[in-house]
């Protein structure tokens, strides 16, 4: 048998072998292009630590196939120096064998890649979707602030509204009469502009010679002094307080404005009444001795804390004390139980007209006929 010469691994023996090495550094890149497109805090579906160790596995196998292509070198060194014909053979099977696992590595590589694309996408949609929701969240926020806003603007709208009737009542007021000195303040507890402008009217139209009577006292009494005595002649106010701290600095104010002799304020402390078949907290009664004549009454007390009624008898106990003519006006109206006594003094008196006036509180008025 004739010696053959040693011959070498062939071109594609060597390109194979360089696959080989090749593919575990394709593995290592596809593991870290994995790495960088799932998102942090989203690898659940293929954590960091799988990431790792497929690269680690890429770079060993890169290693193993250096090591390789070192042994095939070296192999194809002593196919020169003994039988080349053998040692050719062991190179080429060798040089099959890595470009099997190669070819397995590429494909390792290709599922990874798409691996990678799959999470970006999931990621994606998850981002998506967040941006979703946080999109409705603020459309929700937007929608929550413009009814805010609509129904700040609405309170701010009728705020204006009732000030600018306020103001315009208390210019008219100061048409009808002339204080002498500052008067004490409206609102809150004390009687409104809107009302003291119907309360001074209905004064100054009452018929001469009568009364008023105010259940309760306050600026309310100062501006009914003014208008008896710019309408003239006899008549007086007459103010009942249960609260005598009230009781003393209306009487000091009537002192200021040199009004002590058009108006009076009397204690009456609240006791229990016996009216409409049943018991409840009222005026003592004998603060009305000698009232008659009425022409006008403000029923602005009791206090509604006292009881859900404490204004309804008023009416009952002053009817007979009313004039022809006679107006009754109730402070507070807007309130239901307010509405329900007077609806109670209608049907008991159905001979009077009633009026629900628009003011800031609500005032009813009630007017005995003139015949």
Same mark, same amino acid.
């Given at each position: 048998?004739?010696?053959?010469?040693?011959?070498?691994?062939?071109?594609?023996?060597?390109?194979?072998?360089?696959?080989?090495?090749?593919?575990?550094?394709?593995?290592?890149?596809?593991?870290?292009?994995?790495?960088?497109?799932?998102?942090?805090?989203?690898?659940?579906?293929?954590?960091?630590?799988?990431?790792?160790?497929?690269?680690?596995?890429?770079?060993?196998?890169?290693?193993?196939?250096?090591?390789?292509?070192?042994?095939?070198?070296?192999?194809?060194?002593?196919?020169?120096?003994?039988?080349?014909?053998?040692?050719?053979?062991?190179?080429?099977?060798?040089?099959?064998? !890595? @470009?099997?696992?190669?070819?397995? /590595? %590429? &494909?390792?590589? *290709?599922? =990874? #890649? $798409?691996?990678?694309?799959?999470?970006?996408?999931?990621?994606?949609?998850?981002?998506?979707?967040?941006?979703?929701?946080?999109?409705?969240?603020?459309?929700?926020?937007?929608?929550?602030?413009?009814?805010?806003?609509?129904?700040?603007?609405?309170?701010?709208?009728?705020?204006?509204?009732?000030?600018?009737?306020?103001?315009?009542?208390?210019?008219?007021?100061?048409?009808?009469?002339?204080?002498?000195?500052?008067?004490?303040?409206?609102?809150?507890?004390?009687?409104?502009?809107?009302?003291?402008?119907?309360?001074?009217?209905?004064?100054?139209?009452?018929?001469?010679?009568?009364?008023?009577?105010?259940?309760?006292?306050?600026?309310?009494?100062?501006?009914?002094?003014?208008?008896?005595?710019?309408?003239?002649?006899?008549?007086?106010?007459?103010? !009942? @307080?249960?609260?005598?701290?009230? /009781? %003393? &600095?209306?009487? *000091?104010? =009537? #002192? $200021?404005?040199?009004?002590?002799?058009?108006?009076?304020?009397?204690?009456?402390?609240?006791?229990?009444?016996?009216?409409?078949?049943?018991?409840?907290?009222?005026?003592?009664?004998?603060?009305?001795?000698?009232?008659?004549?009425?022409?006008?009454?403000?029923?602005?007390?009791?206090?509604?804390?006292?009881?859900?009624?404490?204004?309804?008898?008023?009416?009952?106990?002053?009817?007979?004390?009313?004039?022809?003519?006679?107006?009754?006006?109730?402070?507070?109206?807007?309130?239901?139980?307010?509405?329900?006594?007077?609806?109670?003094?209608?049907?008991?008196?159905?001979?009077?007209?009633?009026?629900?006036?628009?003011?800031?509180?609500?005032?009813?008025?009630?007017?005995?006929?003139?015949?």
């Amino acid at each position: 048998m004739s010696e053959r010469p040693p011959k070498g691994p062939s071109g594609g023996d060597l390109l194979a072998a360089a696959r080989h090495a090749a593919a575990g550094g394709a593995l290592v890149l596809a593991a870290e292009a994995l790495g960088r497109r799932v998102p942090a805090g989203r690898g659940a579906a293929l954590p960091l630590g799988v990431v790792g160790a497929l690269a680690g596995a890429g770079v060993w196998a890169g290693r193993r196939a250096e090591t390789r292509v070192r042994r095939l070198q070296r192999e194809v060194a002593r196919a020169r120096r003994e039988d080349a014909g053998a040692a050719q053979d062991r190179v080429l099977a060798a040089l099959r064998g !890595l @470009d099997a696992r190669a070819q397995r /590595l %590429e &494909r390792v590589g *290709a599922r =990874l #890649e $798409r691996a990678a694309e799959r999470e970006g996408v999931r990621g994606e949609r998850r981002e998506d979707r967040q941006a979703k929701q946080a999109a409705k969240r603020l459309t929700d926020l937007r929608r929550s602030l413009r009814e805010v806003e609509e129904r700040l603007g609405d309170r701010v709208r009728a705020e204006a509204a009732t000030s600018f009737a306020q103001t315009e009542a208390l210019l008219n007021l100061l048409c009808l009469v002339s204080p002498r000195s500052a008067l004490p303040a409206t609102r809150g507890w004390a009687a409104s502009p809107d009302l003291l402008l119907t309360y001074v009217s209905e004064v100054l139209a009452a018929p001469p010679g009568t009364d008023v009577l105010e259940l309760g006292s306050g600026t309310s009494t100062l501006w009914a002094a003014y208008a008896l005595e710019v309408r003239g002649g006899e008549g007086r106010v007459l103010a !009942l @307080d249960h609260d005598e701290r009230f /009781l %003393e &600095r209306t009487r *000091a104010a =009537l #002192e $200021r404005h040199g009004l002590a002799a058009r108006a009076e304020v009397r204690h009456a402390p609240i006791e229990d009444l016996e009216v409409a078949g049943g018991t409840q907290p009222w005026y003592a009664v004998r603060a009305l001795e000698g009232v008659s004549g009425l022409g006008v009454v403000l029923v602005d007390g009791p206090i509604g804390s006292m009881h859900p009624r404490s204004r309804y008898p008023a009416l009952p106990l002053l009817r007979d004390r009313l004039v022809p003519g006679a107006v009754v006006l109730l402070d507070d109206a807007g309130r239901p139980e307010e509405r329900e006594l007077v609806d109670d003094w209608a049907r008991e008196h159905p001979e009077l007209s009633v009026e629900h006036l628009g003011h800031e509180k609500g005032t009813s008025l009630l007017r005995v006929p003139r015949t």
